[in-house]
């Protein structure tokens, strides 16, 4: 997964080390009475353009045409998410994006709640649940991030962490789209394209590993020892889990 998402990168705006985006990004409800009207319009404007890509890739018939679609489009959604994250960073205050994030998650998490079972099915629903709640772990994260600094040794492998994080979390974010436009405009995904996303949404796990990295070299943690005595049965369980890796890898 890793390389064909960092690739699909977009050219001339690989991210800095301090460079987050904003995963959360408010939906129009939660944002139309809190945000100035000119940001409410940008807003509005940039998502109408968000869904309608969105809209075109849960069209898509077959893994092959999705996979397609992904190559061609993925890089402007990125550009469109970090350039309205930027934006909506730079104009509004911190708290209220906090609070503006905060509640365009519980309103797909509403969405998911209601609609995705009978849409999808109970695995997609736990794992789409999943998914939101490790953005939000993500959100977290990055306030970390925004308020430490990177040691000069680590500066590099910093800039790898990002280049790393953004694609997969927005890759995340696409596939969460996928499903809730699919829920909102009440139109099926085909079971090809479904799986696609599935695995998409995994992308998130991978998002977090990156950016728990960038806040672990900002706030290193000591080391902990832990001193134990093992006994008899502790001794034949390790040497059992041994014997399972040993023919796993086998």
Same mark, same amino acid.
């Given at each position: 997964?890793?390389?064909?998402? @960092?690739?699909?990168?977009?050219?001339?705006?690989?991210?800095?080390?301090?460079?987050?985006?904003?995963?959360?990004?408010?939906?129009?409800?939660?944002?139309?009475?809190?945000?100035?009207?000119?940001?409410?319009? /940008?807003?509005?404007?940039?998502?109408?353009?968000?869904?309608?890509?969105?809209?075109?890739?849960?069209?898509?018939?077959?893994?092959?045409?999705?996979?397609?679609?992904?190559?061609?489009?993925?890089?402007?959604?990125?550009?469109?998410?970090?350039?309205?994250?930027?934006? /909506?960073?730079?104009?509004?205050?911190?708290?209220?994006?906090?609070?503006? @994030?905060?509640?365009?998650?519980?309103?797909?998490?509403?969405? &998911?709640?209601?609609?995705?079972?009978?849409?999808?099915?109970?695995?997609?629903?736990?794992?789409?649940?999943? *998914?939101?709640?490790?953005?939000?772990?993500?959100?977290?994260?990055?306030?970390?991030?925004?308020?430490?600094? @990177?040691?000069?040794?680590?500066?590099?492998?910093?800039? @790898?962490?990002?280049?790393?994080?953004?694609?997969?979390?927005?890759?995340?974010?696409?596939?969460?789209?996928?499903?809730?436009?699919?829920?909102?405009?009440?139109?099926?995904?085909?079971?090809?394209?479904?799986?696609?996303?599935?695995?998409?949404?995994?992308?998130?796990?991978?998002?977090?590993?990156? &950016?728990?990295?960038?806040?672990? /070299?900002?706030?290193?943690?000591?080391?902990? !020892?832990?001193?134990?005595?093992?006994? !008899?049965? !502790?001794?034949?369980?390790?040497?059992?889990?041994?014997?399972?890796?040993?023919?796993? *890898?086998?």
């Amino acid at each position: 997964m890793n390389g064909p998402l @960092v690739s699909a990168f977009p050219e001339g705006i690989a991210p800095e080390g301090d460079c987050l985006v904003l995963l959360g990004v408010p939906s129009e409800k939660s944002a139309k009475q809190q945000l100035a009207g000119s940001v409410d319009d /940008i807003l509005r404007n940039v998502s109408s353009i968000l869904n309608g890509m969105t809209m075109s890739a849960i069209e898509k018939k077959t893994a092959q045409e999705f996979k397609a679609f992904y190559l061609q489009e993925f890089p402007a959604y990125m550009r469109l998410i970090l350039a309205l994250s930027g934006i /909506i960073e730079a104009t509004v205050k911190k708290s209220v994006v906090n609070r503006l @994030v905060s509640e365009s998650y519980c309103e797909l998490e509403a969405d &998911i709640r209601e609609h995705a079972q009978a849409f999808f099915g109970e695995e997609m629903k736990d794992q789409a649940f999943f *998914t939101v709640w490790t953005l939000r772990k993500i959100d977290e994260l990055a306030n970390l991030v925004t308020s430490g600094s @990177v040691p000069n040794g680590d500066k590099r492998r910093d800039r @790898v962490y990002a280049s790393n994080f953004v694609p997969h979390a927005l890759w995340a974010r696409f596939n969460v789209d996928c499903l809730r436009v699919s829920m909102r405009s009440k139109k099926a995904i085909y079971p090809e394209v479904l799986t696609e996303i599935s695995d998409g949404l995994r992308a998130a796990v991978d998002a977090y590993a990156w &950016i728990k990295q960038a806040v672990d /070299i900002r706030f290193p943690q000591p080391d902990i !020892d832990f001193e134990f005595e093992m006994d !008899d049965e !502790d001794r034949e369980l390790v040497r059992e889990s041994m014997c399972d890796m040993a023919h796993e *890898t086998a």
